[in-house]
């Protein structure tokens, strides 16, 4: 596709569920990234994946939440038994290369809503 | 606390004005980005500054980095309800390479 795209773009959860956030990055971009953006804020970093290779996962704020990208293409973001306080704007983004001086691109994200 | 401190958080200013966002840090960044962000979507790459004292300009908005890389500005000039959005900076973290953003600026241009 010609950007990245996130589905759903909205999800409404009840506390205690598990929810998937699928991530599809722009075709051939070897980095992809997953932010989180609470209300008013800025993006905070989750992880970080180059390929299929989770690099980096010391955003992640608990072991409730779990990302994966077997194929190095589409990734997920899995959290399980959700939280109020997950309510928040999930951030995917690619880059063509790696390193953290590469331009991402962002999708237009999840919008999560834990009752 | 943030690594990147944005300021002011909130502007809402009449067309035609000018103004200045500030981004400030104690942090050195090999890079740092402006992006914009509309509601409902991500944020858009504006600008990438990679050298101190460097000075970029997008039409109406001129960039800057900080001599010593640790601060920025987004200064806009005659200011246009288009302009309305979150601004966002982000840095590239000198010595880690983790890219670290502010909490933003958001902006309101009134006609």
């Known amino acids: 596709g010609a950007g990245v795209s996130q589905s759903p773009r909205y999800k409404v959860a009840k506390r205690g569920q598990d929810v998937a956030l699928r991530c599809d990055p722009i075709?051939?971009?070897?980095?992809l990234f997953w932010y989180q953006q609470a209300l008013g804020q800025g993006p905070e970093f989750l992880t970080y994946?180059?390929?299929?290779?989770?690099?980096?996962k010391s955003g992640l704020p608990s072991d409730r939440f779990f990302a994966e990208r077997p194929e190095g293409s589409v990734s997920t973001l899995k959290i399980q038994r959700t939280q109020q306080e997950d309510s928040a704007v999930y951030l995917c983004?690619?880059?063509?290369?790696?390193?953290?001086?590469?331009?991402?691109?962002f999708g237009p994200g999840t919008r999560l809503l834990v009752l | 606390t943030q690594l990147l401190e944005q300021s002011p958080q909130f502007l809402s200013i009449q067309e035609g004005e000018n103004l200045t966002v500030y981004c400030n840090s104690s942090?050195?960044?090999?890079?740092l980005q402006w992006y914009r962000q509309e509601p409902g979507e991500g944020p858009v790459l504006l600008v990438t500054?990679?050298?101190?004292?460097e000075v970029k300009k997008l039409k109406r908005l001129t960039f800057q980095f900080g001599d010593a890389r640790k601060d920025s500005s987004l200064h806009i000039t005659a200011a246009q309800p288009g302009d309305t959005g979150l601004y966002l900076c982000?840095?590239?973290?000198?010595?880690?390479?983790?890219?670290?953003f502010g909490a933003g600026t958001r902006l309101t241009v009134k006609p």
């Open positions: 982000a840095g590239v973290v000198a010595l880690s390479g983790d890219m670290r």
């Open positions: 075709s051939g971009h070897v980095s």
């Open positions: 500054v990679v050298t101190g004292g």
């Open positions: 983004a690619s880059s063509k290369l790696a390193g953290g001086e590469e331009t991402q691109y």
């Open positions: 994946f180059q390929n299929e290779a989770q690099l980096d």
């Open positions: 942090s050195v960044f090999s890079s």
